[in-house]
């Protein structure tokens, strides 16, 4: 009799116990899976890839590895910037390995069409590596965020910058596909309504390896600024072509899409004064240095507004996650679109009903090389964009969640 009640006594006391550090609601599978979609070895492998992968380990580790008590695992592939591969990756992940949120992602066409699988499956996806605005507005989904920075934000910023300093006449070079198509859309409206000219544009594919007869073009149409529609290294490559070719001594070239791995790549004396907008540096103050710096002891390079924004995003998903006490999608994400974003990368940042990540937003200029103090010193502050200016009003919004 004793036995069984010292029994009975000892199953009370660990369902006590039990009850105390396991959450009101459930997990799939008893593991939170993250999975990231990647660039790994083409032109955006520098942006994102390995230094993607690292950012992410980093957010997993610094959160202690699990969440009350289930563990985090994360997976990642090459998309190959194919759109299919990364609908297939996706649709695979979300079946089969029972992922719970895909991150980063990479590139614009590769998002859009993994943000349809997601939509597809109810999961969750987090985008820091695209660039088009279309993820939160006419593509906009209940399951989706979108992080770090988007084409809007670049013209609000780069856009309105260059225009400010007199560049009124502009011709782009634009990456044919949907983030550049987006990204001149974004910054030929801001021109335009600030009183300058578009004189033209030409389209290169993507990973181009000539940009002679683009140049050329941009050459003969005149214009004041060449506004460099694209990213990585078709911007590395445009600007160290440019430079070769003599364009820069009569016209200026606008980086709309320009990353810290770029600048370091190119060397200050070839992007020297260059403009760009950034939601990241890693030497604005000791929270960004001490976070990068961790950063650059396994990357042995700085990270960009991509890698730092995959690490505030998938840190904001597990808060969000312990706090609804499951990775049930729509819990979540109300969690997220509730709670407010407060670490290196944002401050009182918000994500808004249309999917869309809302913090400041920076204007930079490239140093000179006599300007740089130490190693990756390479930007100086021009000014300060506060949200809700760098990224779309609700009220122009074509998003369907958004009310009106």
């Known amino acids: 009799m004793k036995s069984r009640m010292l029994v009975a006594l000892l199953a009370a006391v660990t369902a006590v116990a039990q009850a105390q550090t396991q959450p009101a609601g459930k997990f799939s599978d008893n593991v939170i899976k993250i999975g990231l979609l990647l660039d790994m070895a083409s032109l955006y492998a520098d942006i994102t890839g390995e230094g993607s992968v690292t950012a992410a380990r980093m957010a997993i580790e610094d959160f202690g590895g699990k969440v009350h008590g289930v563990p985090i695992e994360l997976i990642y592939a090459d998309h190959q910037n194919k759109a299919d591969i990364a609908a297939a990756k996706a649709r695979e992940w979300y079946d089969t390995l029972q992922v719970d949120m895909i991150g980063d992602v990479a590139a614009s066409a590769t998002a859009l069409a993994a943000l349809e699988v997601?939509?597809?499956?109810?999961?969750?996806?987090?985008?820091?590596?695209?660039?088009?605005?279309?993820l939160t507005n006419e593509n906009c989904t209940p399951v989706s965020v979108h992080y770090a920075y988007d084409t809007y934000a670049l013209a609000a910023g780069t856009g309105r910058g260059v225009l400010k300093n007199g560049g009124?006449?502009?011709?782009?070079l634009t990456a044919d596909y949907a983030f550049g198509q987006s990204l001149e859309k974004d910054v030929s409206d801001v021109v335009r309504a600030g009183g300058g000219k578009i004189l033209g544009s030409v389209r290169h594919p993507l990973n181009a390896q000539d940009f002679s007869s683009f140049l050329l073009q941009a050459q003969n149409s005149k214009a004041k600024i060449i506004g460099l529609a694209n990213a990585g290294g078709d911007t590395i490559n445009s600007i160290k072509a440019a430079n070769e070719f003599g364009i820069t001594k009569t016209q200026s070239l606008a980086g709309l899409l320009v990353f810290i791995n770029d600048v370091h790549s190119l060397t200050l004396a070839t992007a020297q004064g260059m403009l760009l907008t950034e939601a990241f540096y890693w030497d604005m103050n000791d929270e960004t240095r001490k976070w990068a710096r961790r950063f650059f002891e396994k990357m042995k390079k700085m990270p960009n507004m991509v890698q730092a924004g995959l690490y505030s995003s998938i840190t904001h998903y597990l808060q969000a996650v312990q706090a609804a006490g499951t990775d049930d999608t729509a819990a979540v994400m109300a969690q997220m679109k509730k709670m407010p974003i407060n670490d290196f990368f944002a401050k009182n940042g918000r994500i808004r009903e249309d999917g869309r990540m809302v913090k400041e937003m920076y204007l930079f200029e490239v140093k000179k090389p006599s300007e740089s103090k130490y190693p990756w010193d390479y930007y100086k502050l021009k000014a300060t964009i506060p949200g809700d200016e760098a990224f779309l009003p609700l009220a122009k919004s074509s998003c369907p969640l958004v009310k009106k």
């Not at 997601?118 to 279309?134: E, L, V, Y």
């Not at 009124?168 to 782009?172: G, M, Y």
Request: aromatic share 18%.
């Open 168 to 172: 009124d006449t502009w011709f782009f």
């Open 118 to 134: 997601a939509k597809q499956k109810n999961r969750i996806i987090m985008f820091s590596g695209p660039g088009t605005n279309r």
